[in-house]
């Protein structure tokens, strides 16, 4: 079975500052991992994902993500954030030969100015 | 390329209706899935077509059903609407691989009375 813990259920950071979304999966086969982005009253959109090779995973709007198997974690990171990063984000994990994804709870992210 | 695109994007309706979604999917997609959103929570899994079959289903009763049509366009089928319904539908397109993502549609928002 898979599942994935977003440590955070909210994280309040002023602009320009950076910031350090957390994700935890577990899973006893191989996975891929993805960060989804939510804006309110939108669907998903997809910031980055790992399937394979370098464990330093770079996305859209200058978000990047680290794969660490030995921890089991997926943590997303960006080193600036701006008041248009203000969003709900999730972590996600596919794995073995499942057809699904499964979601954490979410992370709301607000920048302050 | 065309998106993932759903219809409509809210609905009301009363306890005990019947209610149908519709997802057109990214073109070159053979593969959808739905998902349910509650109000502050990640997406759950409902169930996935492949070539017009289930081939996915997550913990959902039989009231929910659905069909995958042969331009890969989808339908979600709740019957007996109870109001923990109440959610935001999201239909999720891709390619029938495992290292591939998913593209997610905006939503249909259904209100449940």
């Known amino acids: 079975a898979q599942s994935v813990t977003q440590l955070d259920s909210q994280v309040p950071v002023f602009e320009e500052a950076p910031v350090e979304l957390r994700c935890n999966y577990s899973?006893?086969?191989?996975?891929?991992l993805f960060w989804y982005v939510q804006y309110p009253n939108q669907g998903l959109q997809l910031l980055l994902k790992?399937?394979?090779?370098?464990?330093l995973v770079k996305g859209i709007n200058g978000f990047e993500a680290e794969f660490n198997k030995s921890q089991t974690s997926f943590h997303l990171r960006k080193p600036s954030v701006h008041i248009s990063d203000t969003a709900e984000y999730f972590c996600?994990?596919?794995?073995?030969?499942?057809?699904?994804?499964?979601f954490g709870s979410g992370t709301q992210l607000t920048v302050l100015p | 390329e065309t998106g993932v695109t759903q219809s409509p994007t809210h609905l009301i309706k009363t306890r005990g209706q019947q209610v149908t979604l519709r997802c057109s999917s990214q073109?070159?997609?053979?593969?959808v899935s739905w998902y349910q959103q509650a109000l502050g929570q990640g997406p759950q899994f409902i169930f996935q077509?492949?070539?017009?079959?289930?081939?996915g289903r997550g913990n959902f009763p039989p009231r929910f059903s659905g069909l995958q049509f042969p331009n890969y366009s989808s339908e979600l089928n709740v019957n007996a609407l109870e109001l923990d319904d109440s959610a935001l539908y999201l239909c999720?397109?891709?390619?029938?691989?495992?290292?591939?993502?998913?593209?997610f549609g905006s939503g249909t928002r259904l209100t449940v009375v």
């Open positions: 999720a397109s891709s390619l029938d691989r495992i290292n591939y993502g998913y593209t």
């Open positions: 899973s006893s086969v191989s996975v891929y």
């Open positions: 790992y399937l394979s090779g370098s464990t």
């Open positions: 996600a994990v596919r794995s073995g030969s499942a057809r699904q994804l499964t």
């Open positions: 073109s070159g997609h053979n593969t």
């Open positions: 077509y492949y070539r017009e079959e289930e081939n």
